[in-house]
């Protein structure tokens, strides 16, 4: 969508909304997690690639699971509430308009290297990273923030099958810009802006 109008908040006068800090296109974590699984099916990756669940007998390791650890609003912009990004007109309503707010958010994600192969779970841990590393810049041109390393936990040892699986924790961040978009009719704005105006400022 193109922008029709420029405001304080655009981001090409407003510092806030570094160019450094913005991506072609927002998208949501599980966006991203759709691009992911995509390139690492495209890169011919072993390890099946899913959600967390319970371990069952029919599953085909190696595999890596993903989950949310917690999800909140990033410090660093202190956007309480939505904030104000830019107003633009409605791509298929004529005399619409569509006010754009923001917020930045920091999602934890924990990442389960699974195998039945304790060797094979730590090297498949490098693998994840340097992949993620790889495909940095991709991920951020279509819609990722940031993403950062977080921290690997204590390896686990999960006796809940007929043979031992070793589970890798690995935990990172992203920041993901989430819009809101809300439809505002021309008409209405300037019925309301007239309804504003007393009589003294109208000379009559």
């Given at each position: 969508m193109i922008k029709e109008t420029y405001t304080s908040s655009d981001p090409v006068i407003d510092p806030y909304l570094d160019n450094r800090l913005r991506s072609d296109k927002p998208i949501t974590f599980l966006g991203f997690i759709d691009e992911f699984k995509k390139l690492w099916s495209l890169a011919g990756k072993e390890a099946e690639f899913i959600r967390q669940?319970?371990?069952?007998?029919?599953?085909?390791?190696?595999?890596?699971?993903?989950?949310?650890?917690?999800?909140?609003?990033?410090?660093?912009?202190?956007?309480?509430?939505?904030?104000?990004?830019?107003?633009?007109?409605?791509?298929?309503?004529?005399?619409?308009?569509?006010?754009?707010?923001?917020?930045?958010?920091?999602?934890?994600?924990?990442?389960?290297?699974?195998?039945?192969?304790?060797?094979?779970?730590?090297?498949?841990?490098?693998?994840?990273?340097?992949?993620?590393?790889?495909?940095?810049?991709?991920?951020?041109?279509?819609?990722?923030?940031?993403?950062?390393?977080?921290?690997?936990?204590?390896?686990?040892?999960?006796n809940s099958l007929r043979f031992p699986i070793a589970v890798r924790p690995v935990q990172y961040t992203f920041r993901f810009e989430k819009i809101t978009p809300i439809f505002l009719n021309q008409i209405e704005q300037i019925v309301a802006q007239a309804t504003a105006v007393k009589p003294q400022e109208l000379n009559v």
């Open positions: 669940q319970p371990f069952h007998q029919d599953m085909n390791f190696p595999i890596i699971t993903y989950h949310t650890l917690r999800r909140m609003v990033n410090r660093d912009f202190k956007e309480i509430k939505p904030r104000y990004r830019t107003t633009i007109r409605h791509p298929y309503i004529p005399d619409e308009y569509v006010e754009l707010k923001g917020q930045i958010f920091d999602v934890w994600v924990q990442f389960d290297v699974c195998s039945t192969s304790a060797d094979e779970a730590d090297l498949l841990v490098e693998e994840l990273d340097d992949f993620i590393q790889t495909y940095r810049g991709y991920f951020k041109k279509n819609g990722v923030q940031e993403i950062t390393f977080f921290a690997q936990e204590t390896d686990i040892v999960d």
